[in-house]
């Protein structure tokens, strides 16, 4: 039935829920080489992790060799996790935000993803020769190891000389039937598997993502500025967001999708079939005012296992603030002038720039 190992690996893969699957060679990739420059330029903001280093005080997600240098291949999977649901350049109520579409589902993906990839690891081990604590450990003693967007391995590297879809100018995986709604995750293995060939980059002259992108993240074609970026200022940014970059957030209160909703090949992107990605109730264009004036107690309730937990409370509080202030919308300017004396300094101190912008 299947003709090679490699054809058995994508199989596992279907069968564990992933829609695409592929095969990459460990190399330093001219993509990872041109990562510590753009660590250099502190394009990375306050991601302090993306520096993490070896020993040697070189940068870890340069090069897979100084994470796992035993790995010989890299087992990439993608799942979609697009649904029915209009795109952010679609709806336009200024009282509501936006999430970003990855955010919205009943399952914080990190875990649902991790399930399957190991699940298809789990069967790696059986068609190698057995559990691992069965194993001789010799020169063919099989090694593992899964990320799921948590590790210092840049996935999307790999998925793209594993034939899953290639980079887009927005720095996001695209696939040709699929668009770019795609969770990724990466499974390291001692094992020399044969690759499969590089997806080849189809974005041609097409610029959109570049033009829509409201704060001018994307600098060049693949390149990125993450702290320019929506989705950094939303999500990783602590404290106050630079006045000058405010009014460009619009109405996102957490991360953004326009670069991928502008993007042609998402225009007939299908829908998922796993449950777990579709939306929680009120997380689809939620109320600025219910987000703004949201307590701890009902943070965790309605966000427990969900991304949001990253921005945390007064995050996404000062995130709906600024939203409000983006709104155009007198509604809110009740709501904003209690805020200006709220117990949160940030959350005070951009509820202050929201009532003027307002007024």
């Known amino acids: 039935m299947f003709s090679t190992f490699q054809s058995r690996i994508h199989h596992l893969a279907r069968e564990a829920g992933f ?5 990459a060679p460990v190399r330093d990739f001219a993509e990872l080489q041109a990562f510590p420059a753009w660590i250099a330029d502190e394009c990375h903001g306050e991601m302090k992790y993306m520096e ?15 994470v796992a240098p035993w790995a010989r291949s890299v087992i990439v999977c993608a799942i979609n996790y697009n649904t029915a649901h209009p795109y952010s350049t679609q709806t336009s109520d200024p009282t509501r935000g936006w999430i970003s579409r990855y955010a919205w589902s009943r399952e914080d993906y990190h875990e649902s993803v991790m399930l399957r990839l ?15 604590d069965q194993q001789p450990m010799t020169g063919d003693y099989l090694q593992t190891r899964c990320y799921v967007d948590t590790g210092p391995i840049i996935e999307r590297v790999f998925a793209k000389y594993a034939g899953v879809g290639w980079i887009g100018k927005n720095t996001c995986i695209i696939n040709q039937r699929l668009g770019s709604w795609l969770f990724l995750g990466a499974i390291l293995t001692s094992l020399e598997l044969a690759p499969d060939l590089p997806a080849p980059d189809r974005c041609g002259t097409c610029t959109r993502c570049i033009a829509a992108c409201p ?3 994307i600098t060049a074609p693949g390149q990125l500025d993450a702290r320019l970026c929506i ?43 796993a449950p777990e990605f579709q939306p929680r109730e009120g997380l689809v264009n939620p109320a600025l005012d219910w987000l703004a004036e949201m307590k701890p107690e009902q943070f965790r309730e309605v966000f427990h296992s969900s991304p949001i937990r ?3 409370l007064s995050g996404l509080r000062r995130n709906a603030v600024i939203a409000m202030g983006n709104s155009g919308d007198p509604k809110f300017l009740s709501t904003l002038d209690t805020l200006t004396n709220d ?9 202050r720039w929201a009532l003027q912008r307002l007024t």
Do not use: M
């Open 19 to 23: 829609d695409l699957c592929g095969i």
């Open 52 to 66: 993490s280093r070896d020993e040697a005080g070189e940068l870890k997600r340069a090069s897979l060799a100084r």
């Open 118 to 132: 190991r699940s298809v690891e789990a069967q790696l081990y059986t068609l190698h020769g057995g559990p691992v």
């Open 215 to 217: 704060t001018q993240a």
């Open 231 to 273: 989705s950094y200022l939303t999500i990783e940014k602590r404290g106050e967001i630079p006045e000058n970059l405010r009014k460009g957030l619009g109405r996102h209160v957490f991360g953004c999708d326009i670069c991928q909703d502008v993007c042609p090949w998402n225009r007939r992107a299908p829908a998922t079939g």
């Open 310 to 312: 990253r921005a945390k």
């Open 343 to 351: 117990a949160d300094p940030i959350v005070a101190h951009h509820a």
